[in-house]
């Protein structure tokens, strides 16, 4: 059941995305989602005295060969049309299915509405205790945005090998504190990422959502193809793959040639399950690269799959640390097709660059302004 410490932080966050008494507030779950978190996000609503309605749907069945994790682009709605209607008709939206609608493809008719949608992920909710107050964030992501857009490459390494090299021509950019920024916006919580989209899939996606940052922005043009991402990813003991929940606990080395995964090096079982779970799509696009970025939040913690069971969390947290370096694979709203699988993988000790002359993070700290007084990873 939903505890009082829980609902104030949830009003609080509400309250910085704009939610009013006497507004329209949808809490949109599905028969899987989190109860004491579907409890306390309509709770937080009724607190700051919103019109909340809740809209239930069934999960639907897996079709796919393997359980779907981390994607975040949640199946539930189905594209009905009767759904997309009552939540587009909503000021705000508190988004608690399982896998979140930020890459669904239900979402920008939903926001076209002018509805906002705040995706909470499917985490305990005592983790969002965490996350409140963030002094700073929003203008340290929003510095780091500004960077990002303005850069027409970026580069990865670290000191166990990895040399990743991604052109961020006409590569959307955007950048989340966690709060929705006006009508049809979307935001995830928790926030604290900046995230560019390269173009490594053939066919740009015709109706890319808005971005979920008030300054975010397209890029420098509207180009697709491959060639984007190039190089070597090498997956160090404690970073994290989040479709398994799980700290890497031997080197993975992934060789990415025009934006795909083509080889995946390693001996072990973190090796074996990535080999397993991406062969089970025979879909070349669960391996295409989605989307790259570092964490900018520090009140996200690493280390904190260790402190809960793995059916208590969905490893949003661990995107969000400050510092850390981030490589998507799979679904990306922004270009299709659309593929199922995905892998979220959270790497610290990084170093990123900007433009080879630009560091931002420099092995797993962030640097100069846009770094914060602290940070736990």
């Given at each position: 059941m939903a505890?009082?410490?829980?609902?104030?932080?949830?009003?609080?966050?509400?309250?910085?995305?704009?939610?009013?008494?006497?507004?329209?507030?949808?809490?949109?779950?599905?028969?899987?989602?989190?109860?004491?978190?579907?409890?306390?996000?309509?709770?937080?609503?009724?607190?700051?005295?919103?019109?909340?309605?809740?809209?239930?749907?069934?999960?639907?069945?897996?079709?796919?060969?393997?359980?779907?994790?981390?994607?975040?682009?949640?199946?539930?709605?189905?594209?009905?049309?009767?759904?997309?209607?009552?939540?587009?008709?909503?000021?705000?939206?508190?988004?608690?299915?399982?896998?979140?609608?930020?890459?669904?493809?239900?979402?920008?008719?939903?926001?076209?509405?002018?509805?906002?949608?705040?995706?909470?992920?499917?985490?305990?909710?005592?983790?969002?205790?965490?996350?409140?107050?963030?002094?700073?964030?929003?203008?340290?992501?929003?510095?780091?945005?500004?960077?990002?857009?303005?850069?027409?490459?970026?580069?990865?390494?670290?000191?166990?090998?990895?040399?990743?090299?991604?052109?961020?021509?006409?590569?959307?950019?955007?950048?989340?504190?966690?709060?929705?920024?006006?009508?049809?916006?979307?935001?995830?919580?928790?926030?604290?990422?900046?995230?560019?989209?390269?173009?490594?899939?053939?066919?740009?996606h015709p109706h890319p959502h808005p971005h979920p940052h008030p300054h975010s922005g397209s890029g420098s043009g509207s180009g697709s193809g491959s060639g984007t991402v190039q190089g070597s990813l090498v997956l160090a003991p404690g970073d994290l793959s989040l479709t398994f929940k799980r700290y890497v606990e031997r080197p993975v080395a992934l060789t990415v040639v025009d934006g795909h995964i083509v080889e995946i090096a390693g001996d072990g079982v973190d090796a074996d399950l990535f080999r397993s779970y991406l062969a089970a799509f025979a879909d070349r696009g669960a391996g295409a690269t989605s989307h790259v970025g570092w964490g900018m939040n520090p009140g996200a913690r690493w280390d904190y799959l260790e402190l809960y069971d793995k059916s208590q969390i969905n490893g949003a947290e661990a995107r969000a640390c400050a510092g850390t370096f981030l490589y998507s694979t799979g679904a990306d709203e922004t270009a299709g097709p659309h593929a199922a699988g995905q892998f979220d993988l959270p790497m610290r000790h990084c170093t990123v660059t900007l433009d080879d002359s630009q560091v931002v993070v420099l092995d797993g700290r962030l640097q100069g302004d846009l770094a914060p007084r602290f940070d736990r990873c």
């Amino acid at each position: 059941m939903a505890e009082w410490r829980w609902i104030k932080v949830f009003a609080e966050q509400y309250e910085r995305c704009g939610v009013h008494p006497g507004e329209l507030v949808a809490v949109l779950s599905e028969s899987a989602s989190r109860p004491e978190l579907v409890e306390t996000a309509l709770l937080a609503a009724e607190s700051l005295q919103a019109q909340a309605f809740q809209v239930v749907v069934p999960t639907p069945p897996n079709h796919g060969p393997v359980a779907i994790r981390s994607t975040g682009a949640s199946q539930a709605v189905q594209q009905n049309r009767a759904v997309i209607a009552g939540l587009a008709a909503a000021g705000f939206v508190a988004d608690c299915t399982v896998e979140g609608l930020l890459h669904a493809p239900e979402l920008p008719s939903i926001l076209a509405g002018g509805a906002r949608v705040l995706t909470i992920s499917n985490e305990h909710p005592e983790c969002f205790e965490r996350f409140l107050p963030q002094p700073g964030l929003a203008e340290r992501v929003g510095r780091a945005l500004d960077r990002l857009e303005a850069a027409s490459t970026l580069r990865v390494t670290s000191p166990s090998g990895t040399d990743l090299r991604v052109d961020l021509t006409g590569a959307p950019r955007a950048g989340s504190t966690g709060e929705t920024s006006g009508p049809g916006t979307a935001a995830r919580w928790p926030g604290g990422l900046v995230l560019a989209f390269p173009r490594s899939h053939p066919h740009p996606h015709p109706h890319p959502h808005p971005h979920p940052h008030p300054h975010s922005g397209s890029g420098s043009g509207s180009g697709s193809g491959s060639g984007t991402v190039q190089g070597s990813l090498v997956l160090a003991p404690g970073d994290l793959s989040l479709t398994f929940k799980r700290y890497v606990e031997r080197p993975v080395a992934l060789t990415v040639v025009d934006g795909h995964i083509v080889e995946i090096a390693g001996d072990g079982v973190d090796a074996d399950l990535f080999r397993s779970y991406l062969a089970a799509f025979a879909d070349r696009g669960a391996g295409a690269t989605s989307h790259v970025g570092w964490g900018m939040n520090p009140g996200a913690r690493w280390d904190y799959l260790e402190l809960y069971d793995k059916s208590q969390i969905n490893g949003a947290e661990a995107r969000a640390c400050a510092g850390t370096f981030l490589y998507s694979t799979g679904a990306d709203e922004t270009a299709g097709p659309h593929a199922a699988g995905q892998f979220d993988l959270p790497m610290r000790h990084c170093t990123v660059t900007l433009d080879d002359s630009q560091v931002v993070v420099l092995d797993g700290r962030l640097q100069g302004d846009l770094a914060p007084r602290f940070d736990r990873c």
